[in-house]
Each structure stands twice: as structure tokens, then as C-alpha cells.
């Protein structure tokens, strides 16, 4: 049987602003990605967002990125590999103590948005981010970009010593080459439970993924991704769960079968 993992990035809320529905969409999902107060989130947020994982099996995850709460992340930074290294330490360790309160364990980091899609073009930072993980835990996995695309990621997060898990985004438009579809384009995040259901399904069972041009993109997947901003994220991760289920594939929390 196939097995995937399902994973959203939650705990997104900061402050007195509500982002999306985590409460509904942690129901759906094996693994969450948490985020860490720098682009989104906050003391309060992660202290929910990890006891509701405990209370529904979810796998934790941190979901580090840059200091940039106003541009939610997703702005490119000049910072050095030292800064992004100790940037990522701070994150990862203020989740993994929230995580010792509520009596789990901190499974793996993804980085989140500008800061990952650096990773997957810039040797440096990818690098820095690996050396970040590893420096705190070990046996931390390191989400890394499915595909060609992001095997520099996944290279260096092996020659750190990390296991590193494959992650697709069937939410996401991809290019011929692999990448993740700018978010200023139109259709870049896809929205329809249908269209975003199917395309997980061949994620998980036939490894490949319908580029913006019509051509197919092969990749090996671990784990498929749904963005817990997306307004119909709930409606996203249950027609993938259902979907993937009814067609025989278990869905799972990565660190059950990585």
C-alpha cells in the first residue's frame, strides 16, 4: 500500500489577527508546520496550535523563516548564512520547548516561504538552514522540495546527516522545470477541492505533476503540502484525504514511516 503524509502550515495567527482555520484543518492532516513568531505566530498561537496536534496524532513541525511579519515571510532577505543559522535555532528551539510542555516531540523543520525557495536555488543558505537542524536535533527530518528542483536542498541536507523528506504541493502551479509558479502570477495557488484532490493523487501514486505548460514533471513524494492561509484550506486537506483514502493510499504522519 502506499502510504503519504499530509501536512499544512498552521499556527499562522498572530496577535489579535486570526489566519486561517487551524482548528478545522488539523483534523484532516498528519503533520503540521508551525510557525515560529518570525514571519506569523506567536507564544500564545504556539502553545495552542502544538496541544491541538497532540490532541488529534499530528506530527509537529517547525516552520521557521525570516523576521518578516509584515511581508508574512514570503519577501526576500539579505542575511548572512550566520544570521539565517542562528535565525533558525532561535525558531526551532522556542517550538521544540512548547513542544516538551505539552509531552511530544518536535518530528521535523520546514522552512517557510522565501527562506525555502532560497534553500532550493542558493547553495549558502541551503546549507545554513541544514546546519541550523542539525545543530539543534539530529534526528530532526528536513522537509525539502520534491523533484529536480530541489536537489540541492535535499543533497546538502544529506551531507549534513538529516533525513530528508520529499514534499510536494498539489495547492501550488509548477513550471516545467519544477518550480513553484510565482505567487504574483494568476493561478499560481490553486483553490477548487476537485482539481487540488486530483493532483495529490497523482503526487502520492504515480509521482508527477501536470506543469503549467502541459507537460509532466516527475518527482518522488513524501509528503503533499496544503497552505493553511488558503481560504479553502479545510475544504483542500478533506477532499485530499478522501480522495487518496478511497483510492487505497494510507495517509499517515511522516515520522510513522520515513
Not at 39 to 63: C, F, I, R, S, W
Not at 114 to 132: P, S
Not at 233 to 238: F, I
Request: glycine share 10%; proline share 4%.
Amino acid at each position: 500500500m502506499k502510504v503519504i503524509d499530509l501536512n499544512s502550515d498552521v499556527g499562522e495567527s498572530f496577535g489579535a489577527y486570526k489566519l486561517g482555520r487551524d482548528e478545522d484543518v488539523i483534523k484532516y492532516i498528519t503533520s503540521a508546520n508551525i510557525a515560529c513568531g518570525w514571519h506569523a505566530g506567536d507564544p500564545l498561537v504556539m502553545d495552542k496550535t502544538v496541544k491541538m496536534a497532540v490532541e488529534h496524532g499530528v506530527g509537529v513541525g517547525a516552520h521557521p523563516g525570516y523576521p518578516d511579519l509584515l511581508g508574512f515571510g514570503r519577501r526576500n532577505m539579505n542575511c548572512s548564512t550566520e544570521d539565517i543559522k542562528n535565525y533558525l535555532i532561535y525558531q526551532i528551539g522556542a517550538l521544540e520547548a512548547f513542544c516538551k510542555v505539552h509531552g511530544t516531540r518536535l518530528c521535523h523543520v520546514k522552512p517557510h516561504g522565501a527562506l525555502y525557495l532560497t534553500a532550493v536555488e542558493n547553495k549558502e543558505v541551503a546549507r545554513a538552514v541544514a546546519e541550523a537542524i542539525m545543530s539543534v536535533n539530529p534526528d530532526l527530518f528536513y522537509v525539502a522540495l520534491a523533484g529536480a528542483k530541489g536537489e540541492l536542498m535535499r543533497t546538502i541536507g544529506q551531507e549534513v546527516g538529516l533525513k530528508v523528506v520529499y514534499e510536494a504541493f498539489p495547492d501550488r502551479a509548477y513550471t516545467h522545470e519544477g518550480n513553484l509558479v510565482s505567487r504574483n502570477q494568476p493561478g499560481a495557488v490553486i483553490k477548487d477541492p476537485d482539481v487540488v484532490s486530483k493532483r495529490a493523487l497523482k503526487m502520492a501514486k504515480e509521482g508527477k505533476v501536470i506543469a503549467v505548460d502541459g507537460t509532466t514533471v516527475p518527482m518522488e513524494v513524501q509528503t503533499l503540502c496544503v497552505h493553511g492561509d488558503t481560504p479553502t484550506a479545510v475544504d483542500l486537506v478533506k477532499s485530499i484525504r478522501a480522495v487518496l483514502e478511497a483510492d487505497g493510499v494510507e495517509v499517515k504522519p511522516m515520522i510513522e514511516f520515513v
